[in-house]
């Protein structure tokens, strides 16, 4: 299956910005997905997660009350709202499928993942 992640932009700190996420196929209607980030220099890191029928969601910490994680099964789409955006939200964000039908935050259970879209907060 082929992600396709787009959203991404430059957006003033306290702003917003909504990442989509559109799976090729239906074959990952059954499990959950996820978004990562990697900021540069950095590693890749959890952000969100979500469980294959959308009732169990996980997030960090560090974008808790901020982010929101949704999907759509009828368009094999997941969505990742982020508001009160901080500079240090600046990262490329992956979105990616789980090999399990409820949502860790654990890099390697996703195997597949689609391209990055770049966020950029300005101070």
């Known amino acids: 299956v082929q992600l396709q992640a787009s959203g991404g932009g430059l957006v003033q700190a306290g702003g917003s910005l909504r990442l989509s996420c559109a799976a090729s196929?239906?074959?990952?209607?059954?499990?959950?997905m996820g978004w990562f980030r990697q900021a540069p220099g950095k590693e890749r890191e959890f952000v969100a997660a979500?469980?294959?029928?959308?009732?169990?969601?996980n997030y960090a910490d560090s974008v808790k009350g901020r982010f929101t994680i949704s999907r759509d099964r009828t368009k094999n789409a997941i969505y990742l709202q982020m508001n009160n955006l901080d500079p240090e939200d600046t990262a490329a964000y992956y979105c990616?499928?789980?090999?399990?039908?409820?949502?860790?935050?654990?890099?390697?259970?996703?195997?597949?993942w689609g391209q990055g879209t770049q966020v950029t907060v300005s101070s």
């Open positions: 990616a499928a789980s090999q399990w039908a409820v949502p860790s935050t654990t890099l390697r259970d996703f195997r597949s």
């Open positions: 196929s239906r074959t990952v209607s059954n499990n959950a």
């Open positions: 979500i469980s294959w029928n959308g009732g169990i969601t």
